[in-house]
Nanobody, 118 residues
Framework: QVQLVESGGGLVQAGGSLRLSCAAS????????MGWFRQAPGKEREFVAA????????SYRDSVKGRFTISRDNAKNTVYLQMNSLKPEDTAVYYC???????????WGQGTQVTVSS
């Protein structure tokens, strides 16, 4: 079992920055691909970014490329999402998730709210 706890959300003006953190506990965090997802009111949850177990490869949804950066510190069992140049359309609850098998994200955090005002 893996427990994930997100933090770092909040209210920020458009153009501002936030850094989300996701602390993992339980089983071997460093073996897992990790991802960030978000869900805006009335919309389905969508993929934001992912990082391989080593941190050697990352992927992003098109709308956040060049603005968001995912990273991880396996010594601290933590994954980060640095969000710059935030836009009102980035407003959502952000979730981190762990993918232990390489196929599905099986473990999810409780989410952290990000609100970007115009």
């Amino acid at each position: 079992q893996v427990q994930l706890v997100e933090s770092g959300g909040g209210l920020v003006q458009a153009g501002g920055s936030l850094r989300l953190s996701c602390a993992a506990s339980g089983r071997t965090f460093s073996n897992y691909q990790m991802g960030w997802f978000r869900q805006a009111p009335g919309k389905e949850r969508e993929f934001v970014a992912a990082i391989t177990w080593s941190g050697g490869s990352t992927s992003y949804r098109d709308s956040v490329k060049g603005r968001f950066t995912i990273s991880r510190d396996n010594a601290k069992n933590t994954v980060y999402l640095q969000m710059n140049s935030l836009k009102p359309e980035d407003t959502a609850v952000y979730y981190c998730a762990a993918n232990p098998t390489g196929y599905t994200y099986d473990y999810w955090g409780q989410g952290t709210q990000v609100t970007v005002s115009s």
